[in-house]
């Protein structure tokens, strides 16, 4: 059953993540993010926020990734009240040249898991690199690549990530706010984790070192 699941993943995973390089200006990109910076600041560090929005870390993620998210957010596909004026601010090629100024920016620490408890990391870093077998949970990393470093265009690192946002988009997920994954892969995992476990590998995540975007 086990090794069954992987290797449908594996299958699945490959075939997204055929690459298809965005081509952006980054020092065009440089000029354009004036107005993101108040939110996701110039250090693309972005914010965790406790009890309210947090602001993503942008800083080292997929060019790809990067920009897919942008499309979504202008075309609606992936509702944000907050973002919506900003992006609409872009035309597509800006767009491209803010995902590739981002992705190129060293990546910084995730926040918001400073409180989490021994018990609470325990259960996040299962979560993440085993997954929970008997309530069909596949590890995070299976998807989001060795680490949660990310694989490609299609699978986000989420090492490094500020929890808040974590959490924000798991619960998202889960109630149908957000609904722009690919095959809804993400609504698969999300919708099988209770809040502690959100909360747990939330926390766990953001602790864990981001490497610099391949
Ligand atoms: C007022 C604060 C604010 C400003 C200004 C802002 N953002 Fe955001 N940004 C957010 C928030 C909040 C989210 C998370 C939205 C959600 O939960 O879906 C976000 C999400 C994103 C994402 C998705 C990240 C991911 O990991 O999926 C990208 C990319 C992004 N912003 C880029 C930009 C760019 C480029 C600009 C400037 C043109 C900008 N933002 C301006 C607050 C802001
Ligand atoms: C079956 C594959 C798969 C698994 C397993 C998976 N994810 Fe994802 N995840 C995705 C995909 C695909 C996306 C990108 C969605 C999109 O394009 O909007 C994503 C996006 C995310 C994002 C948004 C990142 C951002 O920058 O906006 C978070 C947070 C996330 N996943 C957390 C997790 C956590 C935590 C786990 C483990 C409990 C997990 N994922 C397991 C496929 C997966």
Same mark, same amino acid.
């Given at each position: 059953m086990k090794s069954q699941v992987i290797t449908a993943f594996t299958i699945l995973t490959f075939s997204l993540t055929a690459a298809h390089a965005v081509e952006g200006d980054p020092v065009a990109g440089k000029q354009a993010v004036a107005v993101c910076q +108040?939110? @996701?600041?110039p250090d693309g560090s972005g914010m965790n926020i406790p009890g309210g929005e947090s602001w993503p870390k942008l800083? %080292?993620? $997929?060019a790809g990734y990067l920009y897919k998210q942008l499309l979504d957010i202008k075309e609606g596909t992936r509702k944000s009240p907050t973002m919506n004026p900003f992006v609409d601010m872009l035309n597509e090629q800006q767009l491209k040249d803010v995902a590739v100024y981002y992705s190129q920016l060293p990546p910084n620490e995730g926040k918001? %898991?400073? &409180?989490?408890t021994d018990e609470q990391l325990a259960r996040g870093e299962k979560l993440a690199t085993d997954g929970d077998w008997n309530r069909y949970i596949v590890p995070c +990393? +299976?998807? @989001? %690549?060795s680490d949660n470093q990310g694989a490609g265009d299609h699978f986000p690192g989420?090492? %490094?990530? @500020?929890a808040g946002y974590i959490a924000d988009q798991l619960r998202a997920w889960k109630s149908g &706010?957000?609904? $722009?994954d690919p095959q809804h892969l993400m609504l698969a995992i999300a919708e099988r984790l209770d809040d502690e476990d959100i909360v747990a590998v939330s926390a766990w995540l953001s602790r864990q070192p981001a490497k610099p975007a391949k």
């Amino acid at each position: 059953m086990k090794s069954q699941v992987i290797t449908a993943f594996t299958i699945l995973t490959f075939s997204l993540t055929a690459a298809h390089a965005v081509e952006g200006d980054p020092v065009a990109g440089k000029q354009a993010v004036a107005v993101c910076q +108040s939110c @996701h600041q110039p250090d693309g560090s972005g914010m965790n926020i406790p009890g309210g929005e947090s602001w993503p870390k942008l800083a %080292g993620l $997929n060019a790809g990734y990067l920009y897919k998210q942008l499309l979504d957010i202008k075309e609606g596909t992936r509702k944000s009240p907050t973002m919506n004026p900003f992006v609409d601010m872009l035309n597509e090629q800006q767009l491209k040249d803010v995902a590739v100024y981002y992705s190129q920016l060293p990546p910084n620490e995730g926040k918001g %898991g400073e &409180k989490a408890t021994d018990e609470q990391l325990a259960r996040g870093e299962k979560l993440a690199t085993d997954g929970d077998w008997n309530r069909y949970i596949v590890p995070c +990393s +299976s998807c @989001h %690549g060795s680490d949660n470093q990310g694989a490609g265009d299609h699978f986000p690192g989420i090492a %490094g990530q @500020h929890a808040g946002y974590i959490a924000d988009q798991l619960r998202a997920w889960k109630s149908g &706010k957000r609904d $722009n994954d690919p095959q809804h892969l993400m609504l698969a995992i999300a919708e099988r984790l209770d809040d502690e476990d959100i909360v747990a590998v939330s926390a766990w995540l953001s602790r864990q070192p981001a490497k610099p975007a391949k």
